[in-house]
């Protein structure tokens, strides 16, 4: 957080804040020369919000008896509960959840309290913000869930809590883009078994026609490819006409070639534009495996 301040001893306050100097804060309170609920002049960020995001909970504790709107929004929309949830400082969040914080307020893009925790993977501010009436049905301006942005950072604790709350395991951005996908194009093998187990659906597409098999391929990532695999031995095939073999020869990984090759996918199945894979690489160890039989698929 960068600050531009409005007076010096609001400077003073905001300092105190960001570093727990709790005697000094409590002192410029006390003076009766400072506003609890200053603002600096550029996002209007108060000096709750710097304390809850600096993890003070002295001084977050001090600026609420003193009478500080817990619920005042940054410029941007976050709150201090925002903040706290943000940096995981669990036990923040329940003082502020004690003096009436709500989780209803959202951020220019969308963004919870719950959205941020999910985010950053901290299990035990999710946990207590879904016991105080967090939604987990909330979503960004985008449309990503909070299981869609866990799904994304590969928190895997998070995402059962969220599955376990009633989360939608298919709900999609609105690129169409689902949690599977997101976990498959980032190799969370972990994630991709977990949303497979609670029923996500392997091969949903998304805008562009792609499934969360090819965009494994693409990556190269051949334990969620196995994953993938073991839900259903389909190798598909896109709505272009291509396949996760054609995805794994255009991202160059012989190992994923080779993989897919003995997953029994068919090196001469030509896209809608009749290409075969080998034209879609010079990798000469990749156009090896395609000319042999597949049974013989190797790395």
């Known amino acids: 957080m960068s600050f531009k301040k409005e007076t010096p001893l609001a400077n003073a306050v905001f300092w105190a804040a960001r570093?727990?100097?709790?005697?000094?804060?409590?002192?410029?309170?006390?003076?009766?020369?400072?506003?609890?609920?200053?603002?600096?002049?550029?996002?209007?960020?108060?000096?709750?919000?710097?304390?809850?995001?600096?993890?003070?909970?002295?001084?977050?504790?001090?600026?609420?008896?003193?009478?500080?709107?817990?619920?005042?929004?940054?410029?941007?929309?976050?709150?201090?509960?925002?903040?706290?949830?943000?940096?995981?400082?669990?036990?923040?969040?329940?003082?502020?959840?004690?003096?009436?914080?709500?989780?209803?307020?959202?951020?220019?893009?969308?963004?919870?309290?719950?959205?941020?925790?999910?985010?950053y993977g901290h299990s035990k501010v999710v946990d207590t913000l879904l016991k105080n009436g967090a939604n987990v049905h909330d979503q960004l301006n985008d449309g990503a869930t909070p299981l869609f942005l866990a799904s994304q950072e590969g928190h895997v604790t998070v995402i059962r809590q969220l599955l376990s709350s009633g989360a939608k395991v298919n709900q999609p951005r609105e690129d169409g883009t689902a949690p599977l996908w997101m976990a498959a194009q980032m190799g969370y093998c972990e994630v991709v078994k977990v949303l497979l187990l609670r029923g996500a659906d392997r091969d949903a597409d998304r805008n562009d026609g792609?499934?969360?098999?090819?965009?494994?391929?693409?990556?190269?990532?051949?334990?969620?490819?196995?994953?993938?695999?073991?839900f259903s031995p389909s190798l598909g095939l896109l709505k272009n006409g291509s396949t996760a073999l054609h995805a794994a020869v255009m991202g160059g990984n012989p190992k994923t070639v080779a993989l897919l090759l003995k997953a029994n996918a068919d090196p001469a199945l030509p896209n809608k534009n009749n290409e075969l894979p080998e034209y879609l690489t010079q990798n000469e160890r990749i156009l090896r495996l395609l000319r042999r039989p597949i049974q013989n698929g190797g790395s």
Do not use: P, W
């Not at 600026?63 to 709107?69: E, K, P, R, V, Y």
């Open 19 to 119: 570093k727990g100097n709790l005697a000094l804060l409590q002192l410029l309170l006390n003076s009766g020369r400072v506003d609890v609920d200053c603002k600096d002049g550029q996002y209007a960020t108060t000096a709750l919000m710097v304390a809850s995001y600096n993890g003070h909970y002295d001084c977050v504790r001090e600026l609420i008896l003193q009478g500080a709107d817990i619920n005042l929004q940054r410029e941007t929309g976050s709150t201090a509960l925002f903040f706290a949830c943000q940096q995981g400082h669990n036990e923040i969040v329940k003082l502020l959840f004690e003096f009436g914080a709500s989780t209803e307020f959202r951020t220019k893009d969308g963004g919870t309290a719950l959205s941020a925790a999910c985010q």
């Open 210 to 230: 792609s499934t969360a098999l090819f965009k494994a391929a693409h990556k190269g990532h051949c334990n969620v490819i196995e994953e993938l695999l073991k």
